[in-house]
């Protein structure tokens, strides 16, 4: 019988694919390398922090799907806000590190015009990434993401692309990614990233 052979494979290609981001998940890796291959178009300073011009672009391919907490979430009808995506895992000791300054920063941002998004990944529970929200006061939404779909097919070759756990990618207005950083973030770190896009007009 081969009827199960599509969907099989399906499956099995994403659990390849997410078992990818295993071999970098939580290393603290901050020297902001690019990839994703192609031909890239952004900078990294010395902090790890990488950027594209605003005329250079690219949006993120569809992402979209159902929050921890069981709702229907599209990235793209935030389009006109300035949006924060967080990777983090509830088992991740960078993600617990950076949780309090996401926390406290989405909630100086909000009036400004930025939302945040997490895309909890390898929590197979939905229990314990539940808890690390409620522990941390994270108010804003996480999609759920327990093999690494999204994370891995959500962004173009050669974007600004997650590589690892925790990574934060930022959006401009235009839902097109603008920033990225590959490690923990402090409150001060991930001001410098958004507070630019902020800026924009």
């Not at 921890?68 to 990777?87: C, F, S």
Request: with cysteine; charged share 25%.
């Amino acid at each position: 019988m081969s009827l199960g052979r599509a969907p099989r494979a399906a499956v099995l290609t994403a659990v390849v694919a997410a078992g990818a981001l295993t071999l970098s998940a939580c290393s603290g890796d901050s020297n902001g390398k690019s990839g994703g291959g192609g031909n890239t178009n952004f900078v990294t300073n010395t902090g790890g922090i990488s950027t594209v011009a605003k005329g250079e672009r690219t949006a993120p391919h569809k992402l979209s799907g159902e929050t921890l907490e069981g709702k229907q979430l599209d990235i793209a009808d935030l389009k006109g806000k300035v949006v924060v995506m967080n990777v983090w895992g509830s088992w991740c000791p960078p993600c617990r590190a950076e949780a309090p300054y996401f926390s406290k920063v989405s909630k100086e941002t909000k009036d400004k015009g930025v939302e945040f998004v997490g895309i909890n990944t390898r929590d197979h529970n939905k229990g314990p990434a539940l808890a690390f929200e409620e522990d941390y006061g994270i108010a804003y939404p996480s999609l759920y993401d327990p093999v690494g779909k999204l994370i891995v097919n959500g962004f173009p070759r050669g974007s600004l692309n997650p590589q690892s756990i925790p990574s934060t990618i930022v959006l401009d207005r235009e839902g097109k990614i603008a920033a990225r950083s590959l490690k923990a973030l402090d409150d001060e770190e991930l001001r410098k990233m958004i507070d630019p896009l902020i800026a924009e007009k």
